[in-house]
């Protein structure tokens, strides 16, 4: 079953977070990447850029109206994403209490509903 951990933290730019704790989550994030692999559980995942370079698509009278920023105005941010396939949620929930994300903010574990592979809608089961 295919689950997304969606990795929430406040945003700060490599300045002022300095570089030794910069290095520490580069090196965090790369072991917990590594770790996904190595047990064949990682789907992808992706750091994302900061929220300022976020564009969003809504629908104003049936047109698409484009906003910078992200879609929901928050403290912490959706600073990245990690899809895994795991048995079942109680895996899901111990690959999100180790992702290290979670000493910053949170870790939010949504199962999937439907993915595509070859350009075809599977169910997630």
Sequence with gaps: MRYTLLLHYPEMDPASLGALAMAE?????????????????????????????????????DSPHLATGPFASAKDHLGGIVVIDVPDLDAALDWGKSAPALAWGAVEVRPGALFTVDGAWRPNT
Excluded at 29 to 41: H, I, K, P, T
């Design 25 to 61: 989550g580069q090196r965090a994030f790369s072991e917990y990447a590594s770790a996904l692999q190595q047990a064949g559980v990682l789907v992808s995942a992706e750091v994302l850029q900061p929220s300022s370079e976020t564009m969003t698509l809504t629908l104003v009278d």
